[in-house]
Antibody
Framework: QVQLQESGPGLVKPSQTLSLTCTVS??????????WSWIRQPAGKGLEWIGR???????NYNPSLKSRVTILVDTSKNQFSLKLSSVTAADTAVYYC????????????WGQGTLVTVSS | QSVLTQPPSASGAPGQRVTISCTGSSSNIGAGYDAHWYQQLPGTAPKVLIYGNNNRPSGVPDRFSGSKSGTSASLAITGLQAEDEADYYCQSYDSSLSGYVFGTGTKVTVV
């Protein structure tokens, strides 16, 4: 069974960098079959796709966040990570990592999500 | 920046049929990109309900069905049950944004 688990600080100060890691089990990021994405959801609001990475390291980012986002992959640890710089209160949200089916382009497996609060 | 529009809410009595629309444009659903649907129960991560416009993953009841026409997609729930109370989101790819977009979300209430 494929499982994804987000980890990282739950509190980040304004102007600092948010860093999260997603650990994948039950599947190999190196398989080259899937993309691996980050998605966020502010409390009481909708879902926003942040970006994705392929096993090769190739990335695609949401244009609205592109200048602040970096997604990396560590195939040796079967993990991928998110860095979001210069955060503000508007970046407070539940952050999900998810697997994207490269054929249908839907997100078929999700992590449970982790709440990141931006506050001093 | 939701470019897929959904009604904020929908409701129905147990056993009834509810439909949710997802209105896009010529750069996403209307361009031929597939629509997918997710169910999000309170406090949990979204779960894929329909993929590729009208396909159900194994384990999803056949009470859920999807369709697509022109620049819109729809999710239908027949035989509504109390456990169907949740938020529902559509998702597609947008070529003008070069990325994935989600709908504004619809809260389904079983009255």
């Amino acid at each position: 069974q494929v499982q994804l688990q987000e980890s990282g600080p739950g509190l980040v100060k304004p102007s600092q960098t948010l860093s999260l890691t997603c650990t994948v089990s039950g599947d190999s990021i190196s398989s080259g079959i899937y993309y691996w994405s980050w998605i966020r959801q502010p409390a009481g609001k909708g879902l926003e796709w942040i970006g994705r990475i392929y096993t090769s390291g190739s990335t695609n980012y949401n244009p609205s966040l592109k200048s602040r986002v970096t997604i990396l992959v560590d195939t040796s640890k079967n993990q991928f990570s998110l860095k979001l710089s210069s955060v503000t209160a508007a970046d407070t949200a539940v952050y999900y990592c998810a697997r994207e089916d490269s054929g249908w382009h839907n997100f078929d497996y999700w992590g449970q999500g982790t709440l990141v609060t931006v506050s001093s | 920046q939701s470019v897929l529009t959904q009604p904020p809410s929908a409701s129905g009595a147990p056993g009834q049929r509810v439909t949710i629309s997802c209105t896009g444009s010529s750069s996403n659903i209307g361009a031929g990109y597939d629509a997918h649907w997710y169910q999000q129960l309170p406090g949990t991560a979204p779960k894929v309900l329909i993929y590729g416009n009208n396909n159900r993953p194994s384990g999803v009841p056949d009470r859920f069905s999807g369709s697509k026409s022109g620049t819109s997609a729809s999710l239908a729930i027949t035989g509504l049950q109390a456990e169907d109370e949740a938020d529902y989101y559509c998702q597609s790819y947008d070529s003008s944004l070069s990325g994935y977009v989600f709908g504004t979300g619809t809260k389904v209430t079983v009255v």
